[in-house]
């Protein structure tokens, strides 16, 4: 089976177990439909497809990682690609190197903190050769090396009302799509704390170029490539994310892409 296929098959079968479960709900009563309490059940099938995947995949396993043999000789660029969606101010950082770039970590956190490059750099890495999925159905293989977000986590501190994690990126959606748009995604702490979430600063042993997000994108690999945020600029920890943009937690999600996006 193409990995396409394998995709979309496996995608079919979660959305069915949900359905599934929906319909075992839906025969027991006609007289719920009208219900509020049971329309907004319906409208959370997202959610219900999120923990059918979850439960079908315990919080630590791993997406499948590969041989160097295995790396795309093309890997192709997934969202924001060029200086058209970034602001001049990010593009003149690259152009000195990003010495002056910094990420900031805040929030629901007991130390706030700023990383340089250099910082980052110096912390425990982690390698991972991994198949990047994108919703659009192709797939590329890469070599991302970065701490992982969990190290970062550790060293702020969450406060223990913390629920999200929210990133906050240089660039944005065209203007035309719907005025300044800048991008975010964010993620739950189960994730957020899985091994393979990383910080990526280089790509197949390389330091990334501005088409894959320089100077530093998110990894996380179990879900699909709209929710790997490029261009990092802030990582915020939240209890809540229904009051950032348009409230579905994400850039694409505010218009319309699923929040929870496993494989």
Not at 57 to 84: C, H, K, M, P
């Amino acid at each position: 089976m193409t990995n396409g296929r394998w995709l979309y098959s496996r995608r079919r079968f979660l959305a069915a177990s949900a359905a599934g479960t929906a319909g075992l709900v839906l025969g027991g009563c006609d007289r719920l439909s009208s219900a509020p309490t049971f329309r907004e059940f319906l409208a959370g099938a997202e959610g219900l497809t999120e923990r059918v995947h979850r439960a079908l995949l315990w919080r630590g396993a791993l997406a499948r990682e590969y041989r160097v043999a295995d790396i795309s000789r093309t890997f192709r660029a997934n969202g924001s690609q060029d200086a058209y969606n970034l602001p001049p101010e990010h593009i003149e950082l690259g152009q000195r190197g990003f010495s002056d770039w910094r990420l900031v970590v805040d929030g629901l956190v007991l130390r706030p903190a700023r990383f340089s490059l250099p910082e980052l750099r110096a912390l425990p890495a982690r390698t991972q050769i991994t198949r990047h999925d994108c919703v659009e159905g192709w797939s590329c293989i890469g070599s991302w090396t970065g701490p992982s977000l969990s190290t970062i986590l550790d060293r702020v501190g969450l406060l223990a009302n913390a629920r999200f994690v929210v990133f906050h990126c240089a660039d944005e959606l065209p203007r035309y799509i719907r005025g300044v748009n800048p991008y975010y995604e964010s993620i739950d702490l189960i994730d957020a704390f899985h091994p393979q979430t990383i910080l990526a600063y280089e790509m197949n042993g390389a330091p990334l170029s501005l088409a894959h997000g320089a100077p530093l994108r998110l990894r996380v690999e179990r879900q699909l490539g709209y929710k790997m945020a490029k261009f990092l600029t802030r990582i915020e920890v939240v209890d809540r994310f229904d009051r950032i943009g348009r409230g579905r937690g994400g850039t694409w999600e505010d218009d319309g892409y699923e929040w929870y996006a496993g494989i």
